[in-house]
């Protein structure tokens, strides 16, 4: 007979129908009472083995963990917890767990222990439900730029250049690395490897968005990243997922309009159709709260956070009006930041970026206009001459989850850029081309994947909304 899946199952109303159902063994009750779940959803079927109708060894083999198949009446269930059960008479082991060994128990493990565990973790209900919205992010985002026309393109992984400067760089080489072919002043010979050039992975399709963008109109990237940096945060992967939407014609101002649209349709989009696994994740969070003090915990639940940035319009404000409220706040005054906000240009650090989400507006706020000398080299150069029109989308207990600007579209301006900042312009070509041929404003952003799963999820660790995450020492499995 042909499974049906839980979530279907329980769906459906009793009406003497047989059904197979087959997945993992949660908990196995009074040698009665076995509650098994296949992933479909957070809830599991309780599957019911009356007593003496099977035999013994049959039984002990029903353990958590353990992978099973059954057959049987679905009926109304007297018990609480559930509208329906399965009167099994069926009953097959398809993979046996040894209980001593399966390192998930039926009671709560911490995250950390998890993380350890990650081939596994996805049994819980945490990981799972954490994994389930994910993809249903990653549908949401592709409907919302099929929607508006925008063309999905997929920019390369391996690249040749390092312009970007978002981050250190993972070398891509087929080189021997203990014995390399070295040229006549000793350097390492690149033109032996692989692509006849030194090459990287990518920290960003952007810059061969733009060139789609300049052809196509509205177009997004959505796919792997990769950054070297040594930062051992709950915000940092080594390797994370973005999207990158670029868009001919837009200024800044449009650029922050589809940002807020993007989130917010996201949002919604989680609230409309994970209902199961948010509820389930708010219950988690609320406990997880619980044991911070008084102080630290976040004033809303996850699910009010959630509807808050549906129905709030994002403050937008200025980097300079930015500072002046933080140069003044109470924190900075007490001296309680870490890093002291004294002058005009500084950098901000995610302890500012959060005093002024959290704790000044207490909703998502975008900041635009960065002085040009902390932004990346592209950004449009505003007519002060100091700023450039950058914008950052910063979000509660996130901090910033998107990044992007308007591009300079003016060959002469980002040419004098190129050489104020160092930058190889034998590398980008192909990009200053752009500006030689139909240039046009265009603008474009990116969005961390991690960092909205994470927001969306409450979880508080990047690491445990990843399948399998990559961070400084750690790339086990
Ligand atoms: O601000 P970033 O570095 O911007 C860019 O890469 C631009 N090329 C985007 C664009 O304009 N097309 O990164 C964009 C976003 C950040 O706001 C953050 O959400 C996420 O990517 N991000 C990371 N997420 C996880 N781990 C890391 N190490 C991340 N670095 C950036
Ligand atoms: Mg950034």
Redesign the pocket.
């Known amino acids: 007979m042909q499974r049906t899946k839980i979530k279907e199952i329980l769906s459906s109303a009793p009406q003497g129908q047989t059904v197979k159902a087959q997945g993992w063994v949660r908990t196995f009750r009074n040698n009665q009472f076995i509650a098994i779940n296949d992933g479909s959803t957070i809830n599991n079927i309780q599957a019911v083995v009356a007593l003496n109708t099977f035999d013994d060894t049959l039984l002990k083999r029903i353990t958590t963990g353990a992978c099973i198949s059954v057959e049987g009446e679905l009926i109304a269930s007297v018990g609480k917890g559930q509208a329906v059960e399965i009167k099994v008479n069926q009953l097959t082991v398809l993979g046996d767990s040894d209980p001593e060994e399966f390192p998930l128990q039926p009671k709560k493990h911490s995250l950390e222990f998890l993380r350890e565990k990650a081939h596994l973790r996805v049994r819980t209900n945490t990981i799972s439900a954490v994994m389930r919205v994910r993809h249903a992010m990653a549908f949401a985002i592709h409907h919302f730029f099929n929607e508006r026309g925008f063309t999905y393109v997929h920019t390369p992984i391996i690249t040749g250049s390092d312009a970007?400067g978002?981050?250190d760089m993972f070398r891509v080489t087929t080189l021997n690395i203990n014995n390399p072919p070295r040229d006549e002043s000793g350097h390492v010979d690149h033109k032996e490897d692989f692509f006849g050039r030194e090459t990287n992975l990518t920290?960003?399709?952007?810059l061969e968005?733009e060139t789609y963008a300049l052809a196509l109109g509205d177009i997004y990237t959505f796919g792997p990243?990769f950054?070297a940096?040594n930062?051992n945060t709950t915000?940092?992967?080594?390797e994370?997922w973005?999207i990158?939407?670029?868009m001919a014609f837009y200024d800044i101002t449009d650029n922050m309009q589809l940002a807020t649209d993007l989130l917010q349709y996201l949002v919604r989009y989680a609230l409309d159709h994970c209902k199961d696994d948010l509820e389930f994740l708010n219950k988690r969070a609320h406990e997880e709260e619980a044991t911070k003090p008084q102080e630290q915990r976040s004033e809303l639940s996850l699910l009010e956070r959630l509807r808050f940035v549906i129905e709030n319009d994002f403050q937008r404000l200025t980097y300079t009006e930015a500072i002046d409220i933080l140069r003044n706040s109470n924190p900075n005054k007490k001296k309680k930041f870490h890093y002291l906000v004294d002058q005009w240009g500084v950098d901000l650090q995610s302890e500012h970026e959060r005093y002024l989400v959290e704790k000044h507006f207490k909703k998502p706020v975008i900041l635009y206009d960065y002085p040009k000398d902390i932004k990346?080299f592209y950004m449009r150069q505003n007519d002060d001459g100091k700023t450039v029109a950058a914008m950052?989308?910063l979000f509660p207990g996130i901090g910033?989850?998107?990044?992007?600007?308007q591009r300079e579209e003016r060959y002469d301006q980002l040419l004098k850029r190129v050489h104020e900042m160092n930058l190889p312009e034998k590398d980008l070509w192909w990009y200053l081309d752009l500006r030689k041929f139909g240039s046009a404003p265009h603008a474009?952003?990116?969005?961390?994947?991690?960092?909205?799963i994470l927001f969306v999820t409450g979880m508080t660790n990047?690491r445990d909304v990843i399948p399998y995450p990559r961070f400084p020492k750690s790339a086990e499995f």
Not at 400 to 405: A, L, P, V
Not at 444 to 452: A, D, I, M, V, Y
């Open positions: 970007e978002a981050g920290v960003s399709g952007q968005g990243t950054r940096e930062s915000r940092h992967l080594a994370f973005m990158e939407p670029e990346a950052d989308v910033e989850i998107i990044g992007g600007s474009g952003f990116g969005l961390g994947f991690e960092r909205l990047i």
